[in-house]
């Protein structure tokens, strides 16, 4: 077989597109290979780079050539973009994963463990089930309010009223209304049991789980925040985890000038909501003890709520809890005192 040195490899789900080249940088091999066909085609090369876009089924092939000797590396699709050339079609971009996993400067994605994988898919589960409850929700009291009844706003409130409603044999509601609305309440109360078994779930694996229990210990990171956090081992420093998850500003500068915007919300939607709603809940806290006339605790964020709005102030501390979360992880401490210095 011809020298190969760098692979570019397009997946899909069934036909993936093969392209490498030699030291030199010239094509050795391209070629079409089915499902079946990977795991022997890869097995018979010698090792090499492997270069594929993080997408679906990205993480499981990365295993598996990994396991075959080969070293693998993914990438954000946005990164190899640039590197297309000429119509979009498999073989311009088996050739520009094969461009772009060369560049020195290229940014790589980690493999994730199968566990890691078990994990994030548990919280996206979850989130799936509480979006539909959200829907199911809003339904019924869209639902209700076609007949005047009209209840107020708030999680608590709606399951009180409804089964009241349900009991009440005098409604003023038409028996069609009123038995569809009894399926669409089953259904909701259906959504809540499954939420509360993923909820379960989560809890067993993060109490066998160190590095989820360590950053639990971080105030403002919970269960669900310490369990989505995941491994940050792939990054150089804090300050690449809190760029990563989108809490530092958007830039626009040029000549010289620097011009900060908001910040740039990449990443993980999801995982910073977490975040800066557990530094709500810090900011919350501390004012409830300056209140009690105590001081608060947090001396730089008490600093920052005088001359900044919360919403602001819960931003730069979400950034700090991600670069805490950072140092946890990458020298497995324990979290010290809200006014340790992380970087």
């Not at 990443?267 to 409830?288: P, T």
Request: aromatic residues 8%.
């Amino acid at each position: 077989m011809k020298e190969i040195n760098v692979i570019g490899l397009d997946l899909a789900k069934n036909i993936f597109q093969v392209y490498g080249v030699n030291r030199q940088g010239k094509c050795t091999i391209s070629r079409k290979l089915v499902r079946k066909q990977m795991h022997r085609f890869f097995s018979q090369l010698a090792p090499c780079l492997i270069g594929m876009e993080a997408c679906s089924n990205s993480y499981y092939w990365a295993r598996e050539l990994i396991g075959l000797g080969h070293q693998v590396k993914l990438m954000n699709p946005k990164f190899v973009r640039p590197y297309v050339k000429g119509n979009k079609n498999d073989y311009h971009d088996a050739e520009a994963i094969c461009e772009a996993v060369q560049r020195p400067n290229m940014r790589f994605v980690e493999v994730k463990s199968p566990e890691q994988q078990a994990v994030s898919h548990l919280h996206k589960s979850r989130q799936l089930l509480m979006r539909e409850r959200e829907s199911l929700s809003n339904h019924i009291r869209a639902l209700l309010s076609e007949f005047g009844i009209v209840f107020a706003k708030g999680v608590t409130v709606f399951e009180q009223a409804v089964p009241v409603l349900l009991a009440d044999e005098y409604t003023e509601l038409p028996a069609l209304c009123r038995r569809t609305l009894e399926v669409m309440w089953r259904s909701y109360q259906h959504h809540q049991h499954l939420i509360s078994d993923l909820d379960k779930e989560l809890a067993i694996w993060h109490k066998a789980n160190d590095d989820s229990c360590r950053l639990a210990e971080v105030p403002g990171i919970g269960l669900q925040t310490a369990t989505a956090l995941g491994d940050g081992r792939g990054f150089r420093n804090g300050r690449e985890v809190a760029a990563f998850i989108g809490l530092v500003p958007r830039q626009a500068s040029s000549g010289g000038k620097e011009k900060l915007l908001g910040i740039s919300k990449r990443g993980d939607g999801d995982l910073r909501r977490l975040l800066v709603q557990g530094a709500k809940s810090v900011i919350r806290h501390i004012r409830r003890r300056q209140q009690a006339g105590q001081s608060g605790g947090y001396p730089w964020v008490e600093s920052l709520l005088e001359h900044k709005h919360s919403n602001q102030v819960a931003i730069a501390l979400a950034n700090k809890m991600a670069r805490i979360a950072w140092v946890i992880l990458a020298r497995e401490e324990h979290y010290r005192s809200a006014n340790a210095s992380y970087t």
